[in-house]
């Protein structure tokens, strides 16, 4: 999340364009802070990739394996070439089998897209949640920056009221418009 808030800073602390409502940024800083954060993007991600890799041996296993099948079916065709009915036979299995690991194929692709999807979709529930967190958070500290700088304020406002009070007080018994108090034990008192 810091690296995604380094992120907006960069594109904020860019130059905004007048009239058109776009934002220059420094390309190079973008780049790079994009880069880190690929890098640092959850395990989730890597497991989908891991699960693409498996994928894509499992569909290059089913390949070599249905090549097995067809290199068997026509080496056994080859030898058995007099005998019409083995030969119908065997090409009957083959394309069997072919259809078998077609079909093996088929489903392990399925599962395997299914479980990605999966898997993307929680990660993307999990950034929103994360996104809705931290925006939640900052407005806590937001609201709470504001309350605490207006009782600050509010704090100073009475104690000018109360210095400017005494001020008065002071000018006005300075012109003879108050009497001076002698032996007052509150300088305040109007």
């Given at each position: 999340?810091?690296?995604?808030?380094h992120l907006?800073?960069i594109?904020?602390?860019?130059?905004?364009?007048?009239?058109?409502?776009?934002?220059?940024?420094?390309?190079?800083?973008?780049?790079?802070?994009?880069?880190?954060?690929?890098?640092?993007l959850?395990?989730?991600?890597?497991?989908?990739?891991?699960?693409?890799?498996?994928?894509?041996?499992?569909?290059?296993?089913?390949?070599?394996y249905?090549q097995?099948?067809?290199?068997?079916?026509?080496?056994?065709?080859?030898?058995?070439?007099a005998?019409?009915?083995?030969i119908?036979?065997?090409?009957?299995?083959?394309?069997?089998?072919?259809?078998k690991?077609?079909?093996?194929?088929?489903?392990?692709?399925?599962?395997?897209?299914?479980?990605?999807?999966?898997?993307?979709?929680?990660?993307?529930?999990?950034?929103?949640?994360?996104?809705?967190?931290?925006?939640?958070q900052?407005q806590?500290?937001?609201?709470?920056?504001?309350?605490?700088?207006?009782?600050?304020l509010?704090?100073?406002?009475?104690?000018l009221?109360?210095m400017l009070?005494?001020?008065?007080?002071?000018?006005?018994?300075?012109?003879?418009?108050?009497?001076?108090?002698r032996?007052?034990?509150?300088p305040?008192?109007?």
């Amino acid at each position: 999340m810091q690296e995604l808030h380094h992120l907006e800073d960069i594109v904020l602390a860019g130059l905004q364009v007048p009239l058109i409502g776009r934002t220059l940024v420094d390309e190079d800083k973008l780049l790079e802070q994009l880069d880190f954060v690929r890098v640092s993007l959850p395990s989730v991600f890597q497991a989908a990739a891991e699960l693409l890799q498996q994928k894509e041996e499992i569909m290059l296993e089913a390949e070599e394996y249905g090549q097995q099948v067809v290199d068997a079916a026509q080496a056994k065709r080859a030898q058995i070439l007099a005998d019409n009915d083995i030969i119908r036979q065997a090409e009957r299995e083959a394309e069997q089998l072919r259809r078998k690991v077609q079909l093996e194929c088929d489903a392990m692709m399925q599962d395997t897209l299914a479980e990605i999807e999966r898997k993307k979709q929680a990660c993307l529930q999990e950034l929103e949640e994360m996104r809705q967190t931290a925006t939640a958070q900052a407005q806590e500290i937001e609201d709470g920056a504001d309350k605490y700088a207006d009782n600050v304020l509010g704090n100073i406002e009475q104690d000018l009221q109360t210095m400017l009070r005494i001020v008065s007080n002071g000018r006005l018994q300075l012109r003879g418009e108050i009497p001076k108090q002698r032996n007052s034990s509150n300088p305040k008192k109007k």
